[in-house]
């Protein structure tokens, strides 16, 4: 059983910045793929970032050019860099992995942007 365990998110102003990290109990070399999802209230989950085995990358049309995945093999960790944030970013964020039998969430961290 694989666990994931998230940290970083906190409450931000507006335009601010926040760094989310979602760490792996073991390699994360193994995963297909790693990826950032969001929950806000009273809305389905919906992806934000992923990053593949091939550290290929791909983000969600709202977050382009604002928000960076990357992952850190030697500390099986990965990142979500959130930069100029907005009030509707606020919602838990979830960290996921794929290999070709599971699939694995994280518990989620609070992302709340507000002035």
């Known amino acids: 059983q694989v666990q994931l365990v998230e940290s970083g998110g906190g409450l931000v102003q507006p335009g601010g910045s926040l760094r989310l990290s979602c760490a792996a109990s073991?390699?994360?070399?193994?995963?297909?793929?790693m990826g950032w999802y969001r929950q806000a209230p009273e809305k389905q989950r919906e992806l934000v970032a992923i990053?593949?085995?091939?550290?290929?990358?791909n983000y969600a049309d709202s977050v382009k050019g604002r928000f960076v995945i990357s992952r850190d093999i030697a500390k099986n960790t990965v990142y979500l860099q959130m930069n100029s944030l907005k009030p509707e970013d606020t919602a838990v964020y979830y960290c996921?992995?794929?290999?070709?039998?599971?699939?694995?969430w994280g518990q989620g961290t609070q992302v709340t942007v507000s002035s």
């Open positions: 990053i593949t085995s091939h550290a290929v990358t």
């Open positions: 073991r390699s994360i070399f193994s995963f297909n793929a």
């Open positions: 996921n992995a794929v290999e070709i039998r599971a699939t694995y």
